[in-house]
Nanobody, 122 residues
């Protein structure tokens, strides 16, 4: 059974920072890739960061960090912009870790977290 629990979402002003956490079961953490995705209202879910992959819109602002001792993947988000407002999800998937699947119905996905809301005001 693959398990993921996210936390850390909040409301911040533009230019602020947040750190999201995704705690996985040991089995999930050891056997699958874990990445961060987001979905804004009316938009498709999209990959944000995974392994060494960063979407162009977050490069230089977001950093993904893995803590092997805690089976946790963090997303440090700096210089937040209003367009970063979205529900953020972590997901476990198979395949090449720095090539996260782009469609949420891709069969590579094994589990999704419940999501954590990030709201950035101008």
């Amino acid at each position: 059974v693959y398990e993921l629990v996210e936390s850390g979402g909040d409301s911040v002003q533009a230019g602020g920072s947040l750190k999201l956490s995704c705690e996985a079961s040991k089995f999930t953490y050891d056997t699958l890739c874990i990445g961060w995705f987001r979905q804004a209202p009316g938009k498709e879910r999209e990959p944000v960061a995974a392994s060494t992959y960063y979407a162009d819109f977050v490069k230089g602002r977001f950093t993904i960090v893995q803590d092997n001792a805690k089976n946790t993947v963090y997303l440090q988000m700096n210089s937040l912009k209003p367009e970063d407002t979205a529900m953020y999800y972590c997901a476990a998937y198979s395949g090449v870790c720095n090539q996260p699947p782009r469609r949420k119905d891709n069969s590579q996905f094994r589990a999704w977290g419940q999501g954590t809301q990030v709201t950035v005001s101008s």
